[in-house]
């Protein structure tokens, strides 16, 4: 069973930084890509960066791009967002997400969510 914990949301004020954090567990974590979401009140989930399984190759929404860093540690099983640059409008619930087949992008495992709050 894999099993996706995410850590390190909080309230931050507009301008500031945070840096989540997902743990997985259940598989081997190596082969596997994984990728960050949000979900804003009212609004439907949406993608914001996801990386390759050896960590080599990222990929960011516009909204997020050259804030925002994606990296993992496959030592840890570990992967992070380090988020520069908050803007009140990356206010949501962060989730991890990982996929079931090895050397995909398509996500099927998700967290449980993480609130990032940023204030103006």
């Known amino acids: 069973q894999v099993q996706l914990v995410e850590s390190g949301g909080g309230l931050v004020q507009a301008g500031g930084s945070l840096r989540l954090s997902c743990s997985a567990s259940?598989?081997?974590?190596?082969?596997?890509?994984m990728g960050w979401f949000r979900q804003a009140p009212g609004k439907e989930r949406t993608f914001v960066a996801r990386?390759?399984?050896?960590?080599?190759?990222?990929y960011y929404a516009d909204s997020v791009k050259g804030r925002f860093t994606i990296s993992r540690d496959n030592a840890k099983n570990t992967v992070y967002l380090q988020m520069n640059s908050l803007k009140p409008e990356d206010t949501a619930v962060y989730y991890c997400?990982?996929?079931?087949?090895?050397?995909?992008?398509?996500?099927?495992?998700w967290g449980q969510g993480t609130q990032v709050t940023v204030s103006s």
């Open positions: 259940g598989r081997t974590f190596s082969t596997y890509a």
């Open positions: 990386i390759s399984w050896t960590g080599t190759n990222t």
């Open positions: 997400a990982a996929p079931k087949r090895e050397y995909r992008y398509e996500y099927d495992y």
